[in-house]
Each structure stands twice: as C-alpha cells, then as structure tokens.
C-alpha cells in the first residue's frame, strides 16, 4: 500500500496522525513525514501503518456489530475486501 492510500484510508476512517502513530507504534512526525510524501519510507514502516489501519477497521466493525450485525458484515466485507465492497455499491 502506498502512503497516499494509507493517508485515504486513515482520512475515511478519522483517523488523524496523532491516533495513526499511535496504533502504529510510530513517532507523529515520522507518520505525518511519510503521509505528506516527504520521505521515501521503508516497507517496513509502510507495513506497521496498514496494520495500524487494519486494527482501526475491525475496531470500528467490533463497535458496528454491537449496534448492527448485517451493516457489520458489509463493513467487514469492505474492510477486507475494498474491490468487492465497490462492485457491490
């Protein structure tokens, strides 16, 4: 995943860099250097901060199935699936 996409998917579920750092176990400005694209990052880092916005997603459907299980499995499918989760809107 490239940093402009993992700086969409972070947008789309409100997370600001402050909280995407923080999941990621990264320093802010490190997250805010790679998002902006001011730095070439590692794949390591790029990894640790789309399993950042993993933990994100299915916290979000944890909290959406609570309230919601089929819009839970609609997130799920999307969240995993973001190809499929287009075709079917």
Same mark, same amino acid.
């Given at each position: 995943?490239? @940093?402009?996409?993992?700086?969409?998917?972070?947008?789309? !579920?409100?997370?600001? =860099?402050?909280? !995407?750092?923080?999941?990621?176990?990264?320093?802010?400005?490190?997250?805010?250097?790679?998002?902006?694209?001011? !730095?070439? @990052?590692?794949?390591?880092?790029?990894?640790? !901060?789309?399993?950042?916005?993993?933990?994100?997603?299915?916290?979000?459907?944890?909290?959406?199935?609570?309230?919601?299980? =089929?819009? #839970?499995?609609? /997130? /799920?499918?999307?969240?995993?699936? @973001?190809? =499929?989760?287009?075709? /079917? #809107?």
């Amino acid at each position: 995943m490239r @940093p402009q996409e993992i700086a969409k998917r972070a947008h789309d !579920l409100g997370l600001q =860099q402050k909280a !995407l750092a923080k999941l990621s176990g990264l320093h802010r400005t490190h997250v805010g250097q790679v998002l902006n694209d001011d !730095l070439d @990052p590692r794949q390591s880092t790029l990894d640790k !901060l789309q399993e950042a916005l993993i933990g994100a997603e299915l916290e979000q459907v944890r909290r959406l199935a609570k309230l919601h299980p =089929q819009a #839970a499995l609609e /997130a /799920a499918t999307v969240a995993m699936c @973001p190809q =499929q989760g287009k075709a /079917a #809107a």
